[in-house]
């Protein structure tokens, strides 16, 4: 059939062609081609044609079977409701070459799994507990990797003070902690902040300036006004220095409207050529 229909189109291309008065004169041409316009017989026939080669080409293709798994691995700890879990926030990273993954758990830990080892293998960071305090984890990771040099993970926690029997909360407040994690997870550095950081964290290039949002309580906070929140936002800026103590570079806040701030994001941009 194909091939039928590829012989009559050569056949009436060949017949307009031979009708064609003195090719070499352009006002001849423009007026042939206004005189004897494509067929439609000869445009559907090229339509059919190039639409039964894609049929056939899928006609030929391999279906994918059903999906595989590859692997499995279960997080120690994990399977009941009081284990370790997974929430809406966390996120599991993989590294670029493909050899480690990444992921935070609701408890607040980092756990890395080793996909080159067969069969894969874990370690956990655990960061410690601030007292009267209960670490929750509910945000993602951020991986910085170098391609001669060290790859590390930074994400945040949040301690949420606990509530005693009578209703008091003691003396702990809710605050936040940014933690740098190494490969072997082993804590690299820790900074503790106010309020509660919200959405992932950001890493310039070179791994050295940090980026993130978070909301502080509002001391102008006003029950009865409805456009009053309890919290506002601030962003600021991290520096890891080269003895991997920290920095706060920048610490900004929309004065203007007293409102918390969602996740950060980062654009690059050239100054002055460079």
Request: proline residues 4%; aromatic residues 6%.
């Amino acid at each position: 059939c194909v091939l039928a229909i590829k012989k009559k189109v050569q056949e009436v291309l060949k017949s307009k062609s031979q009708e064609t008065p003195n090719n070499n004169n352009p006002i001849a041409r423009i007026r042939m081609m206004q005189q004897h316009p494509t067929p439609r017989f000869v445009s559907c026939c090229c339509r059919c044609y190039c639409w039964i080669i894609l049929l056939a080409s899928c006609v030929g293709a391999e279906y994918l079977n059903q999906a595989q798994r590859e692997w499995m691995f279960s997080i120690p700890g994990g399977g009941s409701i009081a284990g370790v879990g997974f929430r809406k926030g966390n996120a599991i990273v993989v590294s670029k070459n493909g050899k480690s993954l990444y992921a935070t758990s609701d408890d607040g830990n980092l756990h890395i799994i080793n996909l080159a080892a067969d069969p894969p293998t874990i370690i956990t960071f655990e960061p410690d507990v601030v007292a009267g305090t209960t670490i929750d984890g509910r945000l993602g990771v951020t991986l910085h990797e170098e391609e001669e040099g060290d790859t590390y993970a930074i994400y945040a926690i949040l301690d949420v003070p606990n509530t005693s029997t009578d209703g008091g909360g003691g003396d702990a407040i809710l605050g936040s902690r940014v933690i740098a994690v190494n490969s072997d997870a082993s804590l690299r550095w820790e900074r503790s902040l106010s309020g509660y950081i919200t959405g992932n964290l950001v890493i310039n290039n070179s791994g050295k300036f940090v980026y993130l949002a978070h909301n502080v309580i509002n001391e102008e906070y006003d029950e009865t006004d409805a456009a009053s929140s309890p919290y506002r936002g601030k962003v600021k800026v991290l520096l890891e220095n080269n003895d991997r103590t920290i920095t706060v570079t920048a610490s900004l806040s929309d004065t203007t409207r007293r409102a918390p701030l969602g996740p950060v994001s980062m654009r690059s941009m050239l100054v002055n050529g460079a």
